[in-house]
Structure formats: C-alpha cells, structure tokens
C-alpha cells in the first residue's frame, strides 16, 4: 500500500466519521488472558482532545464513505460532491493494532456508509472484527456501528465481537426525521436496537446458569441524535431519550450540535453556529436523569418545553420548587441533597458519611467540594447565618448569576447596567 | 518536637510507631530532603526499621478498607512535604479512633488525604492516557516521562496487562528510573543518559523503519477528527494541559 494513499483514505475517512460524537471506551470487560494486545479499561481512557474540546479514544472511521443513501444530515449523502474511498479489511486491522500499540487509542470505533445493500457491508465490519479478535489476538475495545436492515445472524456474530454497538435515532422525532431522510424510518433502528438488546439479556441469563458463555457486547448499546435541524423542542428530544434509555437499556444517548453541512433550504444555513449551549444544557438533563435520580418530567413538561439557557437545569429546577428548600445538610437523605444547587454525587456522598461523626460546619462543606455560594441559598447547616426574609427564586437566581460568570454568554458581560 | 526521616514510606510508617512508644505530643514530621535544624526545637532522626513499620502497616490493613490503604499509598507518592505531615496525623487519628474514622471527612487529614489521593490518581490516569510509545529498530517500545508524582508503582501493572505481547520501557526522566517489560516480568531500570540529545527521545536513526508513517499518521487522523467550526480552545487546554504536550506526538509539529 502506498504511503500517500492510505494517508488521503485516512483523512477522507477520519473526517466523514468525526460528526458521530459518541467516544466513549467504557463498559468493557475484556481481560487479556490470551497473552495478546489489549486489554480493557473498566471507565475508558481519553488518550488525547482535540482542538475543539472533544475527547479522542477511539479510531474512529467509516470503512467507506460510499453511500447508497440520500439523508440530508449526512456528510458522505449520495448526492454530496466530497472525495470517496474506502478502506479495505487489512488496512483497517493494521491501522488499529499500530495505533493501539503505541498507546494511541484505546480501540476502534467503525462505521461504515451502505455500499450496494445492508447486508453487504455488515459482513465486511464483522470481517474486521473477527481478524482484530481471532487473528491478532486483539483485546482493546471495538464500537460497531449496527447496519439497520442487516439480517439477525450477521447482527448475532458481531456481537460475540464487538464491546459496544449502536445505531443512530439521527433526528429526535419521527416527523423530523422524515422531513430530512424520507427513506429512514425510527422502526428501522428499533428493531435491531431491540434484537440486540434482548440478546444481551439472554447471554447474561445464560449466564447465571451455564459457566462459559462467550461475551455479547459487553459495553451495551448507544444512540445518538442530531440537535438543532429541526425544530423539536428540549422536551421532544429529552422524552425520546428517556423512552429510549427505558426500552432498550441503553448506556448511552448522544446529542450532537448540528454543523451545518448542506445548503438545502429544509435545513439551518450554512455558516450557522452549531448550538453548543444548547447541547450542554442537554447533556445535563441526561446526567439528572441518569445520577440525580430526577424524572424527566420534573425538568421537561408541558409548562416548561425548553431548558432554560442562563441556568442550568438542575439550579432552574430548585428555583422553581423552593418549597423544599432549604434543607438542613445535617438532616435530609441523600436523595434530596444530591438535589441542591452546587453539590455533587462525590460531595453528596462525603456530607452523609461525615455527618455521623459531628453536625456539619460551612467550612467543612467547602472543604469537601460543595460550590457554596450556589449551595447557601438552598441549605442550612451548623453555623448558617440567620436570615430573617425568605428569598423568591427568581431573586435567588439574580443573585447567583450576578456573581457567576457564564462561559457561553460573553457577548452580556460587558453590558452597560443603568439602574 | 520535629521528626526526621528518610522520605522511604517505611521510614514514615517508622515515625507513627516511635511517637507511640513515647507520646510526645504534636510532632512535625519532616524528610531529611527538606529539614532544617531550627533553634528551641527538639529533633528526632527516625531509624527506619522493617519490623515496625511492618506492624504499623498491618494495623491500618486490620483498620481501613482497601480503597483507603491505597489512598494512603498514593498521598505518600505525591511526595509533597505537607502530604507526609497529613499521612503521619492521620495514621495516628485512625489507630486512636473505632474503625470507619476514615470515612470523617469532616476530618482536616482524612480530607486532605482524599485530596492529595485525587491529584495522584489523576497523573496516574493523564499517564495512562498520554503516554505515546515510539517502537525502536530492535522492536523495543520506549516512552520517557517526567510525571508530577511519582506514579510509575501505580501504572506498571496496566502496562503489563495491556501490552503483554510487546516489550516496553517507561523511563521517569525526573526520577531518573524506569519500567522494562520483558514479555515476562516488569523490572526496575535505570539508564546512564550519556548525552543530551538522548534525553528526550532515542534519535531517529535507532527507530522502527515504519514509526514515521503511524506518527505521520496519527497526527493527520488528529487534524480530521477536529470540527473547526466548534474550535473550543479553552476546552482543549483544560483537558490536556499544556505541560503534557511534549508527551504527545499529536503535538509535535511536522
């Protein structure tokens, strides 16, 4: 193979790849007990980040960007004029276990554009796998991408292989999703999503009762849907991620920024930043959902469709339900202090230790992590400053973003306050 | 009364047995790295010794769950001088308290230990992370490093798993030893630097005759994994500071 070759596949391949944001290692369980390469890290390592800020763990590519699709979301779309290649089986299997050798990364993340049909192109990633496993007696993590319509048994190999699988919902709602690929549908993805899902739960069944039974995607199932290309609401995407996490035991959602990529009029413009507050403030309603032990409806509902943009919503959640504050950190359980403005599962989990040994004092919560000057208007512990008049939420939330700086709005910092 | 030892965590495990053989009351506990002899003040040399360090350490394996004893281990190897007088209070606090005091994080030592056992996990991981080996002519897969703590105790055993099939150096340039991975067994090494130009990185003449192209083409997949349009250099810096740069061949120009 020639050295100026498989640089331009690589950095075809590489670029069509990066709009998949998902990058997580976790979850595998894989030792190496083969005297092989690999070996896996139980919470994932980042090996490095790029220049925008976001994680690199994975080689992360298609196998082609040859697509017999049209969707209008997608870089490689049949219609687009970009440069097209494909790596083959070997290319790949060398690239990775380099890569993987040198400390590079920490496995393989392949996906692949639909070359001639589903099937076809299945069977190609699973042959990457297979050699990465069998062959090169490989132990580091692989993230296969499911193709949607490939048959059962192909789908039921790969999973004997790769750590994570996923398939992409791309647009939160149905209606969004045919607006912008009339030839996907959200059944294209349930249907594998389940079929794995409900073999992972027979393995593990299997599992209780017979002594060796070879892995199935150990790490689970991901998804990941595009924010911002269509005019769903905060609610919309986050209930479509509740349902999903519910259905299909997911261990991950991903929400990805739309970048603009296309200058058809169904879609923002080109130029148009991508929405990365918004996606924050997302990914901080998933960690509610997940860690804080809210319910999606108590952040999202009819009242309240969006996330607001200055707060987050775990502080916009409390100033709206100051009825159950303030509350006394040397009293209250666990589940309600892990609901405070400014503290975390770690300090939360400090504060209901410490306190068996003695009433807890402000200087001590600040000792052990808490943001204090967000959590005091929420709390009372030993030495809490009387204070004679309640406070309104939305005073409290004056003051909290009078003394914090945003790192999103800085366009505001500098505006003149006349009163 | 100040106690001095010899900075080996024997020699510290040494001081807590001494003070309860005597009881003096608060004792500064200082390596003999740093002490300075100061006027009125009563100093100790601590003799390290085996046996009584061995007793002391049993006794917090009998007091403390697992996930403490390594806390402790790491707050020892984050070398800081403040660290040892935390490690030396505490390990009294917890042999004069009922078991589970070290769950008391109202405690100043047992915080400060949960602190420092934090800063040290964290190297141990940014070294898991951006450690980039260069394979050599000979096969020999060499990384140099100069990490804040002392983590290589606490990284060998996830080298060795991960890259069983391979022989590896990890060589700490600012401790001046390192690991060698035979395919068999991890050992201690140290290598005489006899030039400068060695220091850094063994010269592109003893290297691999395909280095090249995997570096060329790690850091071509590094460029087209970034989105320009959500650069977020802030982001990028507070995940890889700037002083692991050198480490990482992404970031090397050319």
Known sequence: MSFDRIREKLNILADAAKYDVSCSSSGGTRKNNNKGLGDSHSSGICHTYTEDGRCVSLLKILLTNHCIYDCLFCVSRKSNDVKRAAFTVDEVVELTMNFYRRNYIEGLFLSSGIFKNADFTMERLLLVCKKLRLEQKYNGYIHLKTIPGASDELIKEAGLYADRMSINLEMPTEAGLKLLAPEKSHADVIKPLDFVQKNIAQFSADKKLIKHVPKFVPAGQSTQMVIGATPESDKDIMYTANTFYKNFSLKRVYYSGYVPISDDTRMPVLGTQPPLLRENRLYQTDWLMRFYGFKVQEILNDANPNLDIDIDPKLSWAIRNMQHFPVDINKADYKMILRIPGIGVMSAQKIVQARKFGKLRIDQLKKMGVAYNRAKHFITCVDTPYQIKDYQGTQIKAFILAESQSKYLKTDSNQLILF | ?254
């Not at chain 2, 001494?18 to 002490?35: A, C, D, Q």
């Not at chain 2, 769950?103 to 915080?111: D, F, L, S």
């Open chain 2, 1 to 254: 009364m100040i106690y001095v030892f010899d900075g080996s965590l024997p020699g510290l495990l040494t001081a807590v047995f001494e003070w309860f053989e005597r009881k003096p009351g608060f004792v500064s506990l200082k390596s003999m790295e740093i002490f300075q002899p100061e006027a009125f003040t009563e100093v100790m040399v601590i003799d390290t010794n085996a046996e009584k360090a061995d007793r002391v350490w049993d006794g917090l394996q009998k007091k403390m769950k697992k996930t403490w004893l390594r806390n402790f281990y790491c707050s020892y190897l984050s070398e800081i001088p403040e660290a040892y007088q935390h490690l030396f209070q505490f390990t009294i606090y917890i042999f004069q308290n009922q078991d589970g005091a070290e769950t008391n994080y109202g405690n100043e030592h047992v915080m400060a230990l949960s602190k420092y056992a934090k800063s040290v996990e964290r190297e141990k991981h940014r070294m898991e992370a951006f450690i980039r080996f260069q394979k050599t002519g000979d096969g020999m897969f060499y990384a140099s490093i100069d990490p804040d703590f002392n983590v290589l105790p606490l990284i060998n055993n996830h080298f060795k798993n991960r890259y069983a099939d391979q022989q590896w150096i990890i060589y700490d340039l600012k401790r001046k030893y390192g690991l060698h991975y035979d395919l068999n067994t991890v050992e201690e090494i140290t290598i005489d630097f006899t030039t400068e130009a060695n220091k850094k990185n063994p010269s592109a003449i003893l290297m691999d005759e395909k280095e090249e192209l995997y570096s060329l083409l790690w850091k071509d997949y590094f460029k087209s994994a970034n989105i320009v349009a959500r650069k977020n250099t802030k982001l990028h810096v507070k995940h890889v500071p700037k002083r692991y740069w050198k480490y990482l061949t992404e970031k090397q120009l050319g």
